[in-house]
Nanobody, 119 residues
Framework: QVQLVESGGGSVQSGGSLRLSCVASGSIFSISSMGWYRQAPGKQRELVAESRGSTNYADSVKGRFTISRDDAKKTMYLQMNALKPEDTAVYYC???????????????WGQGTQVTVSS
């Protein structure tokens, strides 16, 4: 019913930048919150940044990453600057969506996009 598709991942050198995008589609009545998470090999998935009225960031990315949303396009972005090798992970998009059909709210995840930062 709802699909989240991430794009923009890739390989960069330390200090470089990438911009991730997440496009939501399907039976969407409204989106209450969206967020970016990441999971590095052997580690648990962790919150990177979220937008639910206000924005919140993990301490490790504050000042380097910026989350933004274009609600008209049902798209969320993550601008990542000054990337470090420890930012290497699969980045996932998450959204809390109220469906057009039932007006019930559910959480959805994208399939992930790989970000690799080399030193």
């Amino acid at each position: 019913q709802v699909q989240l598709v991430e794009s923009g991942g890739g390989s960069v050198q330390s200090g470089g930048s990438l911009r991730l995008s997440c496009v939501a589609s399907g039976s969407i009545f409204s989106i209450s919150s969206m967020g970016w998470y990441r999971q590095a090999p052997g580690k648990q998935r962790e919150l990177v940044a979220e937008s639910r009225g206000s924005t919140n960031y993990a301490d490790s990315v504050k000042g380097r990453f910026t989350i933004s949303r274009d609600d008209a396009k049902k798209t969320m972005y993550l601008q990542m600057n000054a990337l470090k090798p420890e930012d290497t992970a699969v980045y996932y998009c998450r959204a809390e969506v109220r469906l057009t059909t039932t007006k019930l709210q559910y959480q959805y995840w994208g399939q992930g996009t790989q970000v690799t930062v080399s030193s």
